[in-house]
């Protein structure tokens, strides 16, 4: 069936060090979505790209969709120990049908 | 604070067992989904309400069942609970009917413990 694979499962980074996490699915995705859970916490939204190749910054967060939409990424530039935490993509594949990834699991080493 | 309300935060029952976890959407938020995360893994989806009437069904169980009421709140139905029900039960709400048209507010969780 369809599904969302993320990897890496687990990243470990000295603080300053930049990070990225992949997500890819074998068939086209409507949409990507970014969340991010801290330790404990609960996911919160962080962006959604929709077209094509699309590009999104925010701060020293930086997301890619793939020109096909079949694949995605975070970029974190000098990461910082606010960072820590799991980094969840959700693909869609129609307007009701969402699948997470694994989740990426950020620690940073201060 | 997503604006999301969860009760109980924390759960521990003995399996066989029967348990209601509750959710209060964001206000003015109309569709509700229920996710389990079992420990360390990603979320799974279990199901989705919209203004009261089931709209996605994901992964869930044929012991679990979930309902929303006239005030939009949901509930999640856990029964003959077994050990490898233990896990985070998170509730999200969302405006749109739609599951991937927009962000999803996530509450803080249930932790459900079977022993």
């Known amino acids: 069936g369809q599904q969302v694979m993320q990897i890496p499962q687990y990243q470990h980074v000295q603080e300053g060090e930049d990070f990225t996490t992949y997500c890819n699915s074998s068939t086209t995705l409507s949409n990507i979505q970014w969340y991010k859970q801290r330790p404990g916490g609960h996911p919160v939204f962080l962006i959604q790209?929709?077209?094509?190749?699309e590009v999104k910054k925010q701060k020293r967060l930086t997301f890619q969709f793939g020109e096909a939409k079949k694949n995605s990424s975070l970029h974190i530039t000098a990461t910082q120990t606010t960072d820590v935490g799991t980094y969840f993509c959700?693909?869609?594949?129609?307007?009701?049908?969402?699948?997470f990834g694994a989740g990426t699991r950020l620690t940073v080493k201060p | 604070d997503s604006g999301v309300t969860q009760t109980p935060k924390h759960l521990i029952t003995a399996t066989g067992q029967r348990v209601t976890l509750r959710c209060s959407p964001r206000?003015?938020?109309?569709?509700v989904y229920w996710y389990q995360q079992s420990l360390d893994q990603g979320l799974q989806f279990l199901i989705q309400y919209y203004n009261g009437e089931e709209r996605a069904k994901g992964n869930i169980l044929e012991r679990f069942s979930a309902q929303q009421f006239p005030d939009l709140h949901s509930e999640l139905n856990l029964s003959s609970l077994e050990l490898g029900d233990s896990a985070l039960y998170f509730c999200?709400?969302?405006?749109?009917?739609?599951?991937?048209?927009?962000?999803?507010?996530f509450g803080e969780g249930s932790r459900l413990t079977v022993l």
């Open positions: 959700a693909g869609s594949y129609n307007n009701n049908d969402m699948r």
């Open positions: 206000s003015g938020d109309l569709s």
């Open positions: 790209l929709v077209k094509s190749g």
């Open positions: 999200a709400s969302s405006f749109a009917s739609g599951i991937s048209t927009g962000e999803l507010f």
